[in-house]
């Protein structure tokens, strides 16, 4: 997931994009509510993690401004107001989820993941193709009965690709899935990615092709792998 954080507390930032992003999260970072609109402005985030207690305005505002434009965007918002009344205010205002600091990493991870089921981005539970089978509520995939050992941008790109269902990912549409704003993923970067995961997954039913000039396409196959095509995505 592309997730974009809204805190101001440095202490908060370092811990919280270190332990998303080993759990395979990509992270983008402001620390400035009035700066929320301009970041959402392009729909590649799948979730926004929002702090209430920011220096130029108070993080209801925020919410609820961005209830306008972006309604589906699922919301959680962190803060250090735990009183009932502020809990009731934040859902009110647009909120998702609601979670109090101090709060635990594994908790914020499993409503995370809650949260992603229920957006209109929502990852779903299981998908198999062939004899690949993804578990996208964990981020873990299997070939037949054996776990496929991936590193986070690998499993990343396998799970653009199964949630496309069958059509073309783009390659600049597979960066913005995968990369925070201070990620440097070129396209030659991708493609050792993406040819990294294809080895690993080519004794399986499927394949990943390469659409010449276009991207990649996931599909299941019972011949040779890996070939360019000239397929044009629908």
Not at 61 to 68: A, F, N
Not at 71 to 81: E, I, K, Q, S, Y
Not at 83 to 88: D, L, N
Not at 114 to 143: N, P, T, V
């Amino acid at each position: 997931m592309r997730i974009l954080l809204v805190e101001d507390d440095p202490l908060i930032v370092d811990g919280l994009t270190r332990a998303l992003r080993q759990r395979g999260h990509a992270v983008d970072v402001l620390g400035r509510g009035g700066e929320v609109p301009e970041a959402l402005r392009e729909p590649v985030h799948d979730l926004l993690l929002l702090d209430l207690g920011l220096p130029d305005i108070d993080g209801l505002q925020v919410l609820s401004q961005l209830r306008k434009r972006h309604p589906a965007l699922p919301v959680l918002v962190l803060t250090a107001r735990d009183a009932v009344e502020s809990r009731v205010a934040g859902l009110d205002a647009g909120a998702d989820d609601y979670l109090t600091k101090p709060f635990a990493i594994d908790e914020l991870d499993a409503r995370i993941r809650a949260l992603a089921r229920r957006g209109s981005r929502a990852l779903k539970g299981q998908a198999r193709i062939g004899s690949l089978q993804l578990d996208l509520d964990q981020r873990l995939a299997r070939l037949g009965a054996q776990p496929l050992s991936l590193t986070p941008r690998e499993y990343g790109v396998l799970e653009a690709l199964v949630l496309a269902e069958g059509r073309v990912v783009s390659k600049s549409v597979m960066r913005d899935a995968l990369c925070a704003w201070d990620d440097d993923l070129s396209s030659a970067a991708l493609d050792v990615h993406v040819h990294r995961l294809r080895r690993k997954i080519e004794c399986g039913a499927v394949e990943i092709r390469t659409v010449r000039g276009f991207g990649y396409l996931l599909r299941e196959v019972a011949g040779p792998a890996g070939e360019e095509t000239p397929v044009t995505p629908s």
